[in-house]
């Protein structure tokens, strides 16, 4: 089996963008490099070190036969994709992730959260990783955090906001777009 270093990839630069409050089906980024319009997607800023974690959860239904009580089918059964990864930065954008529906203003003094139950906020994200000239942008149509960590006070880390955004399928059925800058995956 031939094996290839140069096929391996390190992503270790990147960003996590998410739509704005309000802006309903934003123009999806259609490469993997073009820069993402700013009135229509704002980034979150830092993230730690551990970068993006994605999951996925795959459910079967096994089918067995009388006969022997051998499998005669496996179903795919229910499917659910996550990604996950901390924000490092306080800022307008991640409070207004934290407190969804709640009231966040900005004031002469700094940000004041009239803090409600979360509601329900899908949007477009954008996952964005470099690993020099290579890019992986993957466009996540419509997701919701599905996940709040614990916010952590502590005199020896920063304070971090933990999130997992859960994918959910769009009207045709895409739950998420992933495009690749990769010049030894391009056609020749």
């Given at each position: ?43 979150l800023g830092a993230l730690t070190a551990d970068g993006i974690t994605e999951a996925t959860s795959q459910d079967t239904n096994d089918i067995y036969m009388w006969q022997g009580n051998a499998i005669a089918a496996s179903l795919p059964g229910e499917y659910a994709k996550t990604f996950s990864f901390s924000a490092m ?100």
């Amino acid at each position: 089996m031939a094996v290839n270093p140069l096929g391996i990839r390190a992503f270790q630069n990147g960003l996590v963008a998410v739509s704005l409050p309000g802006v309903s089906n934003p123009t999806l980024p259609t490469d993997a490099t073009t820069p993402l319009n700013p009135s229509l997607y704002t980034e979150l800023g830092a993230l730690t070190a551990d970068g993006i974690t994605e999951a996925t959860s795959q459910d079967t239904n096994d089918i067995y036969m009388w006969q022997g009580n051998a499998i005669a089918a496996s179903l795919p059964g229910e499917y659910a994709k996550t990604f996950s990864f901390s924000a490092m930065e306080t800022s307008l954008i991640t409070l207004g992730l934290m407190f969804p529906g709640s009231a966040v203003t900005q004031n002469a003094e700094g940000v004041y959260v009239a803090e409600k139950p979360p509601v329900r906020d899908i949007r477009t994200w954008i996952l964005h990783g470099e690993d020099g000239t290579k890019v992986q942008r993957i466009i996540i149509p419509l997701g919701q955090i599905s996940e709040r960590g614990d916010v952590v006070w502590s005199s020896t880390d920063v304070t971090v906001y933990q999130f997992t955004v859960k994918c959910f399928p769009d009207a045709n059925g895409v739950i998420a777009h992933r495009r690749y800058a990769d010049a030894s995956l391009a056609l020749p």
